[in-house]
């Protein structure tokens, strides 16, 4: 099972609300599953990814189904949730980023 990193900077302003915030990212369902689940709850695939979101962890919080990327909980919804509110002055400088080669940009 391979992990993916994602980044969220200061969402929780967005939305005002982290319950709105995770539905937003792709959380359907309020189940914690401690290891990977067996198939999707949403669409019965069986291959997962994990997701780490830097900023509020320092270790993945979700597996994610690579057929349809519906996130489910590692932990509880309501731990996760008090993840955001702790969000303080995130930010990112473009100049770290990398540019993409032609082949990774959509046409």
């Given at each position: 099972?391979?992990n993916?990193?994602?980044?969220?900077?200061?969402?929780?302003?967005?939305?005002?609300?982290?319950?709105?915030?995770?539905?937003?990212?792709?959380?359907?369902?309020?189940?914690?599953?401690?290891?990977c689940?067996?198939?999707?709850?949403?669409?019965?695939?069986?291959?997962?990814?994990?997701?780490?979101?830097?900023?509020?962890?320092?270790?993945?919080?979700?597996?994610?189904?690579?057929?349809?990327?519906?996130l489910?909980?590692?932990?509880?919804?309501?731990?996760?949730?008090?993840?955001?509110?702790?969000?303080?002055?995130?930010?990112?400088?473009?100049?770290?980023?990398?540019?993409?080669?032609?082949?990774?940009?959509?046409?």
């Amino acid at each position: 099972m391979e992990n993916r990193v994602a980044t969220i900077f200061e969402l929780n302003q967005v939305f005002n609300n982290p319950g709105l915030v995770l539905d937003a990212l792709g959380v359907v369902e309020d189940t914690v599953f401690r290891n990977c689940p067996k198939e999707c709850t949403h669409c019965e695939c069986k291959k997962f990814e994990t997701l780490e979101l830097v900023g509020l962890s320092n270790k993945p919080l979700f597996y994610e189904c690579v057929a349809c990327g519906t996130l489910h909980l590692k932990y509880r919804r309501g731990w996760v949730e008090k993840q955001f509110t702790k969000i303080k002055g995130l930010w990112t400088n473009p100049n770290d980023w990398e540019e993409p080669n032609e082949d990774s940009l959509l046409n």
